[in-house]
Nanobody, 126 residues
Framework: QVQLVESGGGLVQAGGSLRLSCAAS????????MGWFRQAPEKEREFVAG????????YFGDSVKGRFTISRDNAKNTVYLQMNSLKPDDTAIYYC???????????????????WGQGTQVTVSS
């Protein structure tokens, strides 16, 4: 089992950057595929980015491709989401998620993940 805690959210102007972190407790962090999702008010949860356990495979939602990057430091049990060129439409609560799997198959559905953090608010002003 793993517990996830996100941090790094806040208020930023359009065009700015933020880096979110997700710290995981528990063992064998490298055996967990990780994902970032976001949910804006009255909208469905949206896939943002995913990364395999070893970090060699990354993939992104169409709305953030080219602006966001995902990375992980398995020695620190942490996954990061670097967000650049932020837009007001990026405003949402951002969640990290985990699933214990050695597969590198892309997981873009929320139902594919077993563990979730509490979320961190990102607000982008115009």
């Amino acid at each position: 089992q793993v517990q996830l805690v996100e941090s790094g959210g806040g208020l930023v102007q359009a065009g700015g950057s933020l880096r979110l972190s997700c710290a995981a407790s528990g063992r064998s962090f490298s055996s967990y595929a990780m994902g970032w999702f976001r949910q804006a008010p009255e909208k469905e949860r949206e896939f943002v980015a995913g990364i395999s356990g070893g970090g060699g495979t990354t993939y992104f939602g169409d709305s953030v491709k080219g602006r966001f990057t995902i990375s992980r430091d398995n020695a620190k049990n942490t996954v990061y989401l670097q967000m650049n060129s932020l837009k007001p439409d990026d405003t949402a609560i951002y969640y990290c998620a985990a699933r214990q799997t050695w597969s590198i198959v892309q997981m873009r559905g929320a139902g594919q993940y077993d563990y979730w953090g509490q979320g961190t608010q990102v607000t982008v002003s115009s």
